[in-house]
T-cell receptor, first 112, second 114 residues
Framework: QKEVEQNSGPLSVPEGAIASLNCTYS??????FFWYRQYSGKSPELIMS????GDKEDGRFTAQLNKASQYVSLLIRDSQPSDSATYLC????????????FGTGTRLLVSP | KAGVTQTPRYLIKTRGQQVTLSCSPI?????VSWYQQTPGQGLQFLFE???????NKGNFPGRFSGRQFSNSRSEMNVSTLELGDSALYLC?????????????FGNGTRLTVT
């Protein structure tokens, strides 16, 4: 049974700072990792996917993958109050991408 | 391309009743996956349908069931509702097995059981 662990937070950062969100996973064979953002009362929205070791940048977001240590991180640069949300880490389950295993999410609060 | 559409957006039901939720996938997608999200358990996989057949099933009781139609639209049904079934039910679609694209979710159906 694959597992994904996240600190539930809340993680509080001031506006303009870098927010660092972390996720660890149990299955060393996992190859793909996803970060979803979920605003209160809304559905999860995919913001980043990463498949290989190292960094992947997309605008203010950077995903970092370290397979040896089995963790994946999401950095948000120049954090804005609109980034306040819950961030969910997910990996595909044992039968493919349609069955995702999610962490419990980290709540991020960005204060003006 | 239109996204995944779920109806209704909100539902209020009483314990013991049953409920049916609907999901229309992105055009061309043949796989539909359902998830339940609760504050206590987080996001959990319910089941996946592909070509009108259940392909995967999560660890939920038999009260939770689903089906898929020939046009790939899917419904899920929960019978004998319990208070603990109150949750956000999310649907996502994909082309099917072998499609390694990340899942995109519909807006969800918020079910409240009283």
């Amino acid at each position: 049974q694959k597992e994904v662990e996240q600190n539930s937070g809340p993680l509080s950062v001031p506006e303009g700072a870098i927010a660092s969100l972390n996720c660890t996973y149990s299955d060393r064979g996992s190859q793909s990792f996803f970060w979803y953002r979920q605003y209160s009362g809304k559905s999860p929205e995919l913001i980043m996917s990463i498949y290989s070791n190292g960094d992947k940048e997309d605008g203010r977001f950077t995903a970092q993958l370290n397979k040896a240590s089995q963790y994946v991180s999401l950095l948000i640069r120049d954090s804005q109050p609109s980034d306040s949300a819950t961030y969910l880490c997910a990996v595909p389950g044992d039968t493919g991408f349609q069955k995702l295993v999610f962490g419990t999410g980290t709540r991020l609060l960005v204060s003006p | 391309k239109a996204g995944v559409t779920q109806t209704p957006r909100y539902l209020i039901k009483t314990r013991g009743q049953q409920v049916t939720l609907s999901c229309s996938p992105i055009s061309g997608h043949r796989s539909v996956s359902w998830y339940q999200q609760t504050p206590g358990q987080g996001l959990q996989f319910l089941f996946e349908y592909f070509s009108e057949t259940q392909r995967n099933k999560g660890n939920f009781p038999g009260r939770f069931s689903g089906r898929q139609f020939s046009n790939s639209r899917s419904e899920m049904n929960v019978s004998t509702l319990e208070l603990g079934d109150s949750a956000l039910y999310l649907c996502a679609s994909s082309y099917g097995p072998g499609d390694n694209s990340p899942l995109h979710f519909g807006n969800g159906t918020r079910l409240t059981v009283t």
